[in-house]
């Protein structure tokens, strides 16, 4: 069983900034895991928004974060961070980690509510 548990959600200013973290454990979580960070605005379906490969070797980004947010990721502590900088009210939304063995870090954007494991979420609020 595997465990992910974010941190760091909040509110915000336009143009500032938040880092979300998420750790990962259980018996079961392989250090060779895909992960990644979705999110979900009120009203509209959960979508993409970085991914990172188990090495933190790849790393993908929606159209709509690149250039803003960074994801990273700690081997050793299996954790996964999200810099966000230059947020804007559209950012606003409940964000998700998700992990998956079975999938590259290119490709998790694709499989969307397949994922293997999701974490509860965290607010983001980014006030205008």
């Known amino acids: 069983q595997v465990q992910l548990v974010e941190s760091g959600g909040g509110l915000v200013q336009a143009g500032g900034s938040l880092r979300l973290s998420c750790a990962a454990s259980?018996?079961?979580?392989?250090?060779?895991?895909?992960m990644g960070w979705f999110r979900q605005a009120p009203g509209k379906e959960r979508e993409f928004a970085a991914a990172?490969?188990?090495?933190?070797?790849?790393?993908y980004y929606a159209d709509s974060v690149k250039g803003r947010f960074t994801i990273s990721r700690d081997i050793a502590k299996n954790t996964v961070s999200l810099q966000m900088n230059s947020l804007k009210p559209e950012d606003t939304a409940v964000y998700y980690c998700?992990?998956?063995?079975?999938?590259?870090?290119?490709?998790?954007?694709?499989?969307?509510?397949?994922?293997?494991?999701w974490g509860q979420g965290t607010q983001v609020t980014v006030s205008s």
């Open positions: 259980g018996r079961t979580f392989s250090i060779y895991t895909t």
């Open positions: 990172i490969s188990w090495n933190g070797g790849s790393t």
């Open positions: 998700a992990a998956d063995r079975r999938t590259t870090a290119q490709a998790m954007r694709l499989i969307g509510v397949s994922i293997e494991h």
